[in-house]
Nanobody
């Protein structure tokens, strides 16, 4: 089992920045990728960004150039730096870990972009 603890969400004005963190614990051997997804009200959960243990990254087109995913392998923590936030980025953001063929989710953290 893998436990995930997220932090860093909140309310920010358009154009502002937030940094999300997700720390993994438990049986972490075998983790091959970590990432962030988001779900806005009335919409399906969508991929935001992922990063493999080898450091390869992938981003949704809607966040490219604004969001940056990174990780600290020693702390088994993944970060999402979000800049130039827009109202359409408002959603619950979920941390995700891929371990072998299994997928684990955090509890979610609310990000609200509003003036």
């Amino acid at each position: 089992q893998v436990q995930l603890v997220e932090s860093g969400g909140g309310l920010v004005q358009p154009g502002g920045s937030l940094r999300l963190s997700c720390a993994a614990s438990g049986t972490i051997f075998g983790i091959n990728a970590m990432g962030w997804y988001r779900q806005a009200p009335g919409k399906q959960r969508e991929l935001v960004a992922t990063i493999t243990i080898g450091g390869s990254t992938a981003y949704a087109d809607s966040v490219k150039g604004r969001f940056t995913i990174s990780r600290d392998n020693a702390k088994i923590t993944v970060y999402l730096q979000m800049n130039s936030l827009k109202p359409e980025d408002t959603a619950v953001y979920y941390c995700n870990v891929q371990k072998w063929a299994n997928s684990y989710w955090g509890q979610g953290t609310q990000v609200t972009v509003s003036s």
